[in-house]
């Protein structure tokens, strides 16, 4: 497709900064634009299996916690309407709200339905320091094979920096730059943290998330740009 037509449906603003990074040459912005949305493609299977991942071993291990695999629904009653909270009921809310839209489609509210409604969001925040005191810290034995040094501020980090990315990857927000330079910086460094987050989850885990990983051969494209 010629510049001026891809400009004309994907907008000027959009593709400036694609211009500007390969100074101003459209072939390479074009070349650059079709690096940076394939290279998001590719983080797809693997932000959507870690996500999967991550919130199961976390329902997991809060059923444990509350010797109840409906602790979901309950807690709504339970930590997550402690006074301490102040006005901040996030993960209640979630859950109400994910109740309303199950009863609207005419459905039963049964724990896996609303685990299933739940953000990415919603399941990192169990490492927010409210929170994490709220359920005695019990989220951090889902990295049994953590080093000893990582504690909860470590990995509430960690899932934060994914779950910014992944939000930015969702909303077709450009990952190759730092500033107007083209650098994948930041998007190889999310990678990094998924994998080590999943080692310390279950090591198995990463080998099979690697079969779907084609991250670094996209990455690696903006060196024939």
């Known amino acids: 497709m010629e510049y001026p037509k891809l400009e004309k449906y994907l907008s000027q603003p959009r593709l400036d900064r694609f211009l500007i990074a390969t100074g101003n040459s459209k072939s390479k912005a074009q070349k650059l634009y079709r690096i940076n949305l394939k290279t998001a493609q590719a983080f797809y299977p693997v932000l959507n299996l870690f996500e999967i991942f991550f919130r199961n071993i976390v329902n997991h291990q809060m059923s444990l916690h509350f010797e109840n695999p409906n602790w979901i629904i309950t807690e709504k009653k339970g930590f997550m309407n402690d006074s301490s909270l102040g006005s901040k009921f996030f993960l209640k809310n979630s859950i109400i709200k994910a109740e309303k839209i199950i009863r609207r489609k ?14 990415f969001g919603f399941w990192t925040s169990l490492f927010d320091t409210h929170h994490y005191k709220l359920i005695g810290g019990t989220v951090i034995h889902c990295f049994p094979n953590k080093p000893n040094y ?7 980090q960690k899932l934060n920096n994914i779950r910014e990315f992944r939000n ?9 730059f730092n500033g107007n330079i083209i650098n994948f910086t930041e998007a190889t460094n999310i990678k990094n943290e998924i994998y080590e987050l999943l080692e310390w989850i279950d090591t198995d885990l990463t080998d099979y998330v690697n079969y779907f990983n084609g991250i670094d051969t996209e990455i690696n494209r903006v060196n024939n740009l």
């Open 168 to 176: 930015r990857v969702y909303h077709n927000e450009p990952i190759c």
């Open 150 to 156: 990582v504690n909860r501020n470590i990995l509430n």
């Open 106 to 119: 005419k459905g039963t509210v049964t724990s896996g339905k609303v685990i299933a409604e739940q953000s």
